[in-house]
Structures are given as structure tokens and as C-alpha cells.
């Protein structure tokens, strides 16, 4: 059963991309992985609401973590549109 939002009813006004991912029904890895570029997002954009600058916390490993999360993310979005 699709979710109202993937039936084109109301979606809400956020920029949780877990939110959102989460209203489309999305598998819990999709929610997960849209969740955790959220948060990096938002510390890397605003040092303030992070745990410090992105150079003091954000190394290789982590970076690629989250490059595969948005590949995650792409893969799933890709199938919704076949």
C-alpha cells in the first residue's frame, strides 16, 4: 500500500531527509542513510551544531560511508521511477 505522500498527498515542510524518506515508505536502510546525511549536512554546514568543524571529525572513512549512504538513497529513488 502506497504511503499518502507517494500518492501525492501532503508532504511535510522539513528538510529531514529521514522524514521524508520515512513518509514514502522507504526500506529502514533508505530512512537510515538519508538520516545520517542529514546530520552530517547540517554539522558540516552550521560547525556550531555539530561535534566541531567537519576537519576535526570528518575523515576518509566517514566520507565514504556517507558517499555509499547517498548511494542508498539514489539506488532506491532510481527504482521508485522504473
Do not use: K, N
Not at 498527498?9 to 533508505?30: D, I, M, Q
Amino acid at each position: 500500500m502506497a504511503s499518502r505522500a507517494a500518492q501525492g498527498g501532503a508532504v511535510p515542510r522539513t528538510h529531514a531527509v529521514g522524514t521524508l524518506l520515512a513518509r514514502l515508505e522507504a526500506p529502514a536502510a533508505v530512512v537510515d542513510a538519508g538520516t545520517a546525511l542529514a546530520e552530517a549536512y547540517t554539522a558540516t554546514r552550521y560547525p556550531d551544531a555539530g561535534p566541531g568543524p567537519a576537519f576535526r571529525w570528518l575523515g576518509q572513512a566517514e566520507a565514504e560511508r556517507l558517499l555509499d549512504d547517498g548511494e542508498v538513497i539514489h539506488q532506491w529513488a532510481q527504482s521508485r521511477l522504473r
